[in-house]
């Protein structure tokens, strides 16, 4: 019988991918995770700017929601890494072909925080480059991105009432042992 947690589709599980909203620490408890594993990091945000050329606010403000979205599909599509812990945007759930990629060599993990959470975290959300439909409230986009992050999770952890280490250290706890790339904590 197979770990659950881990993607019936790889036989070598080498990357943590973590999905959720701004705000629900996936580049803070990313970085931990890289340091507690011994793997590499690395933040998809900052490929999307990097690949742009441009913040991801500017983008949202100059191109559109969708042209985020476009961009951030195909650098996902274009990213070939191994043994690393990688923070996506919050809208990479969005591409079925992006995430699919993630998933053929990690365990997808979903830090689910409630929207009150996330509205404390981030604050003015207007200028975080959050790729949503300009008549979409901040409440249905969450809605509608909570569905699709526990549609691709392996593993979900929840981060309400906890640090960024006890979160680190929850993720630790829940990944697959079988390949022995992870250590138990």
Do not use: W
């Amino acid at each position: 019988m197979t770990d659950p947690a881990t993607p019936a589709h790889s036989d070598e599980v080498s990357n943590v991918i973590l999905i959720g909203m701004p705000g629900s620490g996936k580049s803070t408890v990313g970085v931990l995770l890289a340091k507690h594993l011994g793997l590499g990091f690395v933040d998809t945000d900052l490929l999307i700017q990097e690949h742009a050329g441009r913040t991801l606010q500017h983008i949202v403000d100059h191109d559109g929601y969708q042209a985020l979205r476009r961009i951030e599909e195909q650098v996902l599509l274009e990213l070939d890494s191994d043994h690393k812990v990688i923070s996506t945007g919050g809208s990479a759930v969005y591409s079925a072909a992006a995430m699919d990629h993630l998933k053929a060599k990690g365990v997808v993990v979903f830090l689910d925080i409630p929207l009150p959470l996330v509205i404390e975290r981030i604050g003015d959300h207007s200028m975080r480059g959050i790729s949503r439909r300009p008549d979409q409230s901040l409440e249905d986009l969450f809605e509608e991105r909570h569905r699709l992050y526990q549609r691709y999770a392996d593993l979900t952890v929840a981060g309400q009432g906890k640090t960024q280490d006890e979160v680190c250290q929850a993720v630790v706890s829940q990944l697959p042992t079988r390949t022995g790339l992870f250590r138990a904590p």
